[in-house]
């Protein structure tokens, strides 16, 4: 009798914790369900490429994450589209990070994080392209549907400056002064867009974002096209890793190359020879040359 | 022998750490010169005070080094084999030259570490020197930097001018300062002594000063004015004070004790012309006077040498993390990639130009260890890597460090393709 009493509660909250799963469980999927295919009709409706939505569902599955979860991680992409601005870049990170098996919830941040700069990055983007320069580059060089895709590039690439640290007001003073005479006469729209993807990247930026975008500046008036300025931010490591120099060394020493005319692909040679900024091969503290013509051995 | 051991030991340090290999660079630079010198103080690698090699000479030089990094750390290991024939008969100068460094940045601008070298020359006497050399240099600005270092150095000199033996050691140590003054113009001085005259650094002390122009254009001209002095007491022993340029004494030697002041000038003119990527051309003259309290006249002496300098910077450690470079070309509307690759698997492309759909786009081998693919592509910016699956294994693999990268975001970083 006294074994009876002692297990029936114990019964009792078993029966009711299966029948709550039995309640809840199936609730619970089609609640996921639910969330994903009402996002997926807004999605559809929005514009988002269905076909997308849908591939994007069988390789999130396949990573073993849940419609509930694929709907969150779809939000940043419907809401840049509720305001009519370009989420591409958040369908295109989404298939990065499926593929790249990140987990969920360290997608979820970078599309949140995605989605917000380029929700910002309209506030410096849109009013930079009505300057009156601007224009005038815009209708010398590109068409009006290209005017459109570069308007996208730079959101996406302004976007991915914010979202990797920089302040709105860094990029800004970068762009207003891209809007110069003297630049936009030498440059085109990608090498706009170019300028902008590159300036998170290069290793002062964390630090020194003003000096960063000085240096593009005066690169891209020293001849730097497009290809080199993609080489720069990689070049600048490398000088830095090799000659183990405060960055501001490689820097000044890129500006003092630049203010005599050297040519791009010396100056990349140079950096990722390690040759420039600073003391040059051969003293302390770089990686010396045994053979530097200094006639010593 | 005690040289080739010490070079054996350091090539040994390095080979039990493949897990560094990824840090690993590696770089291969070869020279080749012609030229005549009044004085062997002016050959390189040689920096013997011998004006009976008035001659013509030749050079073939050939320097490795290995160089890893990472974080606040950086090793460095060189060395490399030197042939100089001279063409009016004398013996051949050559030889090897090995060092290792360590650099440990304790700040930004504050460096310290430690040089580790021997050499071995030989012609009609033998030259053999070793030395350890701990230093700590300071970057006051960023374009200037004093270098402090104190250490031994041993010397050994076997028949030198015919009968003398020297085998002796250098306590020594040298305050340096460089500084560029407007990038084109380079400053550096030093104060060279030995411990062993310490407090009176007049008995041993050398200064050299040197002011250098860079002329750079494509082309690079290099001149460069220099003053060294030199003040000693010594006796029979051939003692430069720990100076640069080598051993130097006063021509033909002496058992007594002296006072002497040697003053040397030198100036230099090079130019280089680069030829390919990894080729250049030079042309190098020098014009030298030796001025001595011992004498009353002063010497003068020239080098003039032109060449062909070769540099590579081979992947030869990459067992441990394989890094691919791209190459990426055009052909009327459509994009060629390029990549080499020493491993099994099959290459993929994967990037937003598929949408990153794995697998991926496939690479076919076109030669031996040669893949492409290629592409049509709409202008814009383009982010990639390349995955390799080998049965049921899949990696990302690495790019080399002359690639253009962006971070990922995910804390990785992605190749970056721009069509315009």
Known sequence: ?297 | MKSKVLTMLFIAYLLPFPALSQDLQTSVTSEFRVGYSSNTYLNPFFSEWDRTYNSGYGLAATFGQLFWDKNRHKFELNGGYVFEPFFTGQSTWHGHLAYARYIGQISSKLHAGFNIGTSGFQSDFDRNLHWVQPYITWFPSSFTSLHFKAGSNFREYVGFQDSLNINNRLDSYALEMESWIGFRWQLKGGIYGNFENLPAIQNGISTSFSLRHLFVNGSRITSELQFINYSSEFTTTVDEGGGPGGPFGPPGGTTETQSINDQIWRIKLEGSYPVSNNTSAFISAERSLYESSSINDGIGDFQISGGVRFSLTPNLFTSGKRTIEPIWTEDTDQYTLRIKYRGSGNLFLVGDFNDWEMPGIPLREESKNTYKTVLKMEPGLYEYRILVINGSDEKWLEFSNNTSTVKDGFGGTNALKIIE
């Open chain 1, 1 to 297: 009798m006294r074994k009876t009493t002692n297990i029936s509660p114990v019964r009792t909250l078993m029966k009711l914790t299966l029948f709550s799963f039995l309640l809840i469980f199936p609730a619970s999927i089609s609640a996921q369900q639910t969330s994903l295919s009402i996002l997926t009709q807004k999605a559809s409706e929005l514009g988002i490429d269905e076909s997308h939505i849908t591939r994007l569902q069988e390789r999130a599955k396949a990573n073993g994450i849940s419609g509930d979860q694929l709907a969150e991680i779809l939000e940043p992409a419907v809401t840049l589209a509720e305001g009519d601005l370009p989420f591409d870049m958040i369908l295109e990170k989404t298939s990065e990070g499926l593929a790249k098996k990140v987990p969920s919830h360290v997608l979820l941040n970078v599309l949140q994080g995605l989605q917000e700069a380029t929700q910002q990055s309209v506030n410096i983007v849109d009013p930079w392209m009505q300057k009156s320069g601007v224009q005038n580059m815009l209708e010398r060089t590109e068409s009006e549907e290209s005017v459109q895709q570069f308007r996208n590039n730079l959101l996406k690439s302004t976007g991915r400056a914010l979202n990797q640290g920089l302040t709105e007001q860094s990029v800004t003073d970068f762009m207003n002064e891209l809007n110069n005479d003297e630049i936009l006469s030498k440059i085109n729209a990608n090498e706009i867009v170019t300028s902008l993807t590159i300036l998170p990247d290069l290793p002062t930026s964390s630090d020194n974002p003003e000096l960063s975008g000085k240096l593009i500046i005066q690169s891209i008036k020293g001849g730097f096209k497009s290809a080199d300025l993609q080489k720069l931010p990689s070049a600048m490591q490398m000088a830095q890793s090799r000659g183990q120099l405060p960055v501001g060394n490689i820097v000044n020493g890129i500006f003092q190359q630049l203010e005599i005319g050297a040519p791009a692909t010396n100056i990349l040679q140079g950096l990722f020879d390690g040759k420039i900024g600073g003391p040059p091969a051969g003293v302390p503290g770089r990686p010396g040359n045994p053979i530097d013509g200094s006639g010593n051995g």
